[in-house]
T-cell receptor, first 112, second 109 residues
Framework: ETGVTQSPTHLIKTRGQQVTLRCSSQ?????VSWYQQALGQGPQFIFQ???????GRGNFPPRFSGLQFPNYSSELNVNALELDDSALYLC???????????FGPGTRLTVL | DAKTTQPNSMESNEEEPVHLPCNHS???????IHWYRQLPSQGPEYVIH???SNVNNRMASLAIAEDRKSSTLILHRATLRDAAVYYC??????????FGTGTRLTVIP
């Protein structure tokens, strides 16, 4: 059983740009969730996808969007980047909903 | 408003039990309580979760107060590998998830 992987590891963007972060879930896991973790803080839930449909969303604006694909990969897209978007972005997969989540190592995004 | 509140840090001696508290006074009847821990430079790792009854697994125990407004994560014998930030999390019926600020556990050899 392979773990959850994320790419890239690090990324630097400038304010106003768009970014796409990628996640590869464990095979057979129907649910993927994305989180934003600012330095020194706990993760904040962005949204969850179940079988390619958004299944729940935290308090994030529409410029944060996602996609989940049938091959257990997913994307987090952020438009019009702001300085406060600088954070570690984590994805987590689970068999179903809020079952045990398996987290990836994260993508560190820096917005200048 | 924070959904869960936790102490910022705690210390424990190695091989001693550890009780990590969490307050969640606004919890509603369908909200689950989850605990995850995070080691430096890693994603969080599942520890345990429950709804109303106390729960045990190979890693820890979860004791939930009768009124469900607080819970305690119990590590029965702390090891150096248990040093991490422990997050108490509420999963709401509206399919949202709220992490607390976490308790940094230091295990003293």
């Amino acid at each position: 059983e392979t773990g959850v992987t994320q790419s890239p590891t690090h990324l630097i963007k400038t304010r106003g740009q768009q970014v796409t972060l990628r996640c590869s879930s464990q095979s057979g896991h129907n649910t993927v969730s994305w989180y934003q973790q600012a330095l020194g803080q706990g993760p904040q839930f962005i949204f969850q996808y179940y079988r390619e449909e958004e299944n729940g969303r935290g308090n994030f604006p529409p410029r944060f969007s996602g996609l989940q694909f049938p091959n257990y990969s997913s994307e987090l897209n952020v438009n019009a980047l702001e300085l406060d978007d600088s954070a570690l972005y984590l994805c987590a997969s689970s068999l179903d909903g809020w079952d045990t989540q398996y987290f990836g190592p994260g993508t560190r995004l820096t917005v200048l | 408003d924070a959904k869960t509140t936790q102490p910022n840090s705690m210390e424990s001696n190695e091989e001693e039990p550890v009780h990590l508290p969490c307050n969640h006074s606004t919890i509603s009847g369908t909200d689950y309580i989850h605990w995850y821990r995070q080691l430096p430079s890693q994603g969080p790792e599942y520890v345990i979760h429950g709804l109303t009854s106390n729960v045990n697994n190979r890693m820890a125990s979860l004791a939930i107060a009768e009124d469900r407004k607080s819970s305690t994560l119990i590590l029965h014998r702390a090891t150096l590998r248990d040093a991490a930030v422990y997050y108490c999390i509420l999963q709401t019926g509206a399919n949202n998830l709220f992490f607390g600020t976490g308790t940094r556990l230091t295990v003293i050899p």
